[in-house]
T-cell receptor, first 113, second 114 residues
């Protein structure tokens, strides 16, 4: 079955630390890739997306993600986190069925002051 | 511009009761979606509507029905609620096609079935 895996369910780190969240998917064909974020008490919003072209994608709030096709991965990174980055992060994959997103289980990130 | 709105925000049901969750979007999007979010499972697609007049099953459709009332509105109905349907429900909308298109999410409905 097709799946999206996020390796870490819960991450705790200090302000100014670097963040990397892993995401792997199992689709074999063309995919569109997304990272969404859900801040406490808010609804999901898009951080960044990849369709084609440069595999290093930059998003909002200093986040970036790298698509590595050979590894079926789309990892999210931020060089220096802030307390306001405390949130749940979801990787999502759209394959041939346009609009039908498959989400990962999510990673809860807690940034301590 | 309200984006995607959902009502109600919270609901408690007894097993066997029915209810309808309402969703509306004002972005003139063709596609609308219903998801449920459960701890440790991310978001799972219940039903979606690629355009007005069409609906299709997602990953977890059992126990639910939907109606695409018009381009703006997409409702989700639980005919006979079960404790397994305790969840947070999100509606979303987007354009559709060879995008990728961002999905815009509503604030969610927290449903508890006792």
């Amino acid at each position: 079955a097709q799946s999206v895996s996020q390796h870490n369910h819960h991450v705790i780190l200090s302000e100014a630390a670097s963040l990397e969240l892993g995401c792997n998917y199992s689709y074999g064909g063309t995919v569109n890739l997304f990272w969404y974020v859900q801040y406490p008490g808010q609804h999901l919003q898009l951080l960044l997306k990849y369709f084609s072209g440069d595999p290093l994608v930059k998003g909002i709030k200093g986040f970036e993600a790298e698509f590595i096709k050979s590894k079926f991965s789309f990892n999210l990174r931020k060089p220096s986190v802030q307390w306001s980055d405390t949130a749940e992060y979801f990787c999502a994959v759209e394959n041939d069925s346009w609009g039908k997103l498959q989400f990962g289980a999510g990673t809860q990130v807690v940034v301590t002051p | 511009n309200a984006g995607v709105t959902q009502t109600p925000k919270f609901q408690v049901l007894k097993t066997g009761q029915s209810m309808t969750l309402q969703c509306a979007q004002d972005m003139n999007h063709n596609s609308m979606y219903w998801y449920r979010q459960d701890p440790g499972m991310g978001l799972r697609l219940i039903y979606y509507s690629a355009s007005e007049g069409t609906t299709d099953k997602g990953e977890v459709p059992n126990g639910y029905n939907v109606s695409r009332l018009n381009k703006r509105e997409f409702s989700l109905r639980l005919e006979s609620a079960a404790p397994s349907q305790t969840s947070v429900y999100f509606c979303a909308s987007s354009e559709v096609g060879r995008g990728p298109y961002e999905q815009y999410f509503g604030p969610g409905t927290r449903l508890t079935v006792t």
